[in-house]
């Protein structure tokens, strides 16, 4: 199979059950003070809905940066500038291991000062701050509420959908979380950003050209991260993958065949992305602050 650096992955996904729940979104949204939205920090601009501003406006939006134990931390510093800059709050978590979920609650107050203040001067401080929090598939929203709330009190899943019915979480400090079902967008702007969420498995793996998207991958870690690779692979500097058939050169030092002698380059892609979505190959990021 030719597999050209040209090659575009045209990748529209929306099944009815996202439909619903953008209706859900509207329908809440008028229960909730301020929304969190929960982006991968590997891919912070694909993995943010474009639709989420015009679905809960005007409340306050919290981007939450998640994965950043598996992103470029240079870069995820530069994307926590580029959401402040255009006036949103910022929080950047690993649910893994639980970095920066102790600062949810102090950010979330932050995002909503002038709502508090106007509770206080009405003699309602003590009633709770309630948030929603939004994202598309895959992101660890849930995986990031159970961590604010110190229990298993969203259902996990990377399969799309997952969530089901309005579920109210209660966490300490005062604060009530809406959990709201993942949701893509009906029309992908470009084609990188249906490349990236394919990536990192926010669209199923099984309605993909799974050899195109991993040489994909690999070209675009060559550009950007050559060492990562070359010292994963145990590659030298000169082994720059063919721009035709990239993948060839992971299934040789893999040992990957298959009859005939030929490269299992259908193996090879289905490793490196287990590997990049595992992070073995080292943090990095897919896209930048323009």
Same mark, same amino acid.
């Given at each position: 199979m030719s597999e050209r650096q040209n090659d575009e992955m045209n990748i529209q996904w929306f099944p009815g059950h996202m439909t619903k729940a953008r209706r859900k979104i509207v329908e809440d949204i008028k229960l909730v003070d301020a929304v969190c939205e929960v982006v991968d920090a590997r891919i912070p601009r694909s &993995?943010?809905?474009?639709?989420?501003?015009?679905?809960t406006a005007p409340k306050p939006r919290l981007v939450i940066l998640n994965r950043t134990d598996l992103a470029d931390s240079a870069a995820t510093k530069k994307w926590a500038g580029e959401f402040r800059r255009l006036g949103f709050g910022v929080l950047e978590t690993d649910c893994k &291991?639980?970095?920066?979920?102790?600062?949810?609650?102090?950010?979330?107050?932050?995002?909503?000062?002038?709502?508090?203040?106007?509770?206080a001067d009405k003699g309602q401080s003590g009633k709770s701050l309630r948030l929603m929090v939004v994202g598309i598939p895959n992101v660890g929203k849930s995986s990031f509420?159970?961590?604010?709330?110190?229990?298993?009190?969203?259902?996990? &899943?990377?399969?799309?959908?997952?969530t089901r019915g309005r579920q109210w979480i209660n966490c300490d400090g005062g604060i009530e979380l809406l959990d709201t079902p993942g949701i893509l967008w009906p029309k992908f702007d470009d084609a990188q950003t249906g490349e990236n969420l394919a990536i990192t498995g926010a669209v199923k793996d099984d309605i993909l050209d799974i050899e195109l998207l991993g040489s994909r991958l690999l070209l675009r870690l060559w550009d950007a991260y050559p060492e990562r690779v070359i010292e994963r692979y145990k590659l030298k500097p000169d082994d720059a993958p063919d721009a035709d058939f990239p993948l060839e050169i992971i299934a040789k030092r893999r040992g990957y065949l298959i009859s005939g002698g030929e490269f299992d380059t259908r193996r090879a892609a289905i490793m490196l992305l287990d590997e990049y979505r595992g992070g073995k190959l080292g943090r990095l990021t897919l896209e930048f602050p323009e």
């Open positions: &993995s943010a809905n474009p639709d989420i501003g015009e679905l &291991s639980g970095r920066g979920i102790d600062k949810f609650p102090a950010a979330a107050r932050e995002l909503c000062t002038e709502l508090l203040a106007r509770r509420i159970n961590r604010v709330a110190g229990r298993k009190a969203a259902n996990t &899943s990377d399969r799309p959908g997952v």
